[in-house]
């Protein structure tokens, strides 16, 4: 089976559960420059627009995805910043605290999609009219996890509680005192569990190569995400247990960032298919820099070593790769170790620096050629 089987019409990622903050500080993309992007749900991929490349390749399996980016870009063209959030369900209300009818607002850019993206969200309005980024299959598995799973054992006020503001002390004595509890850990390791994630929120094939224990590592990583940084400036945090970003948008939606995106959205290309024949179509020696989500992740070694080598064939001498592992250890650099040179390996460190806690590892990697 594997992830070419998977079904390329349904919104499986309405957000990117990537910390974009660290990834723009790795990739270091530079204005002029070609950069290759996983598209997911294309929030990242709008990111990397704000330091002015030249180019940004979206490419994706799934048409849905690619239908959910063009969405998200004509967000930018055609509305303002204020009515994006609350047409994307970022918000519940605009600024002035209405609430128009969403499938109004999608009149104004269902004309400026293509025909295929218009057709999928035509067909699926539901997706508009509640906030498309809550529609996705994992965000309506986290959406059971807030709505169903976690009341049974923690109350709105204490969750509250958790995000408020606190200390390193006082957030690691809140969790051993009042959220670490047993039957927390009990309900946490059932829902997270691989299979029921496997089922409701990724896709099976997605853990193919999986040793660990998926409940365990989750346990741990979140547990150290909510003691070591501060939840409520947390916006991936703070959306799974409330269903608002809280205090802090991720990096596409700030409205620092509102402009530069909007701008360089002419620079942004999309493209369906698989990520070899894409390389495999680009001239040699033409991306600088590539964000590759956990692509290796869901690879045997011997595809890891045929992709590795294309990412190779299509990077200038010294592009950079950043990319992350969730369960699978994958370092391309052991498929090319000639031409892959790992610059960073954040590991042990990385649920205390990131502010997605979903990842074992951030890897960064240079191609080295001449």
Known sequence: ???????KNMIRYSQCWEDCDTLLEHMKVEAGQTVL???????????LLVNNPAK?????????????????????????HDQMLYFLG???????????DRLALYGLLRMELSAL????????????????????????????????????VKSRALVDEL????????????????????????LFKLFFSQQLMGLLGREKCFFDYAKENLSLFLLQASKTALIEQEPAHNPYLCWILTGDYGAVLPHYLRVENFEAIRRNLGALQLRQGNLNDLLGEMPEGSIDSFNLSDVFEYLAPEQCRTLAKLIVRASTPDGRMVYWNMLVDRKAAAFDPQ?????EDFSTSLAAITKTFFYKRLLVERVCKT
Not at 58 to 78: G, H, N
Not at 117 to 130: C, G, H, P, V
């Open 1 to 7: 089976m594997g992830v070419e089987s998977i079904n």
């Open 37 to 47: 992007s996983i598209c997911s749900a294309g929030d990242n991929t709008l990111s």
């Open 56 to 80: 940004v390749i979206a490419v994706d399996l799934s048409a849905a995805q690619l239908a959910l980016l063009e969405l998200k870009m004509q967000c930018f063209k055609s509305l303002s």
């Open 90 to 100: 970022a918000r519940p209300t605009q600024a002035d605290g209405s609430a128009p």
């Open 117 to 152: 993206a218009r057709q999928y969200f035509d067909q699926n309005t539901q997706l508009i009219s509640k906030g498309v980024i809550d529609q996705g299959k994992m965000e309506r598995y986290f959406r059971i996890f807030r709505k169903h799973i976690l009341p049974l």
């Open 163 to 186: 995000l408020r503001a606190k200390v390193r002390n006082q957030r690691a004595d809140f969790y051993r005192r009042k959220w670490g509890t047993l039957q927390y850990i009990i």
């Open 339 to 343: 031409h892959l040179q790992i610059e």
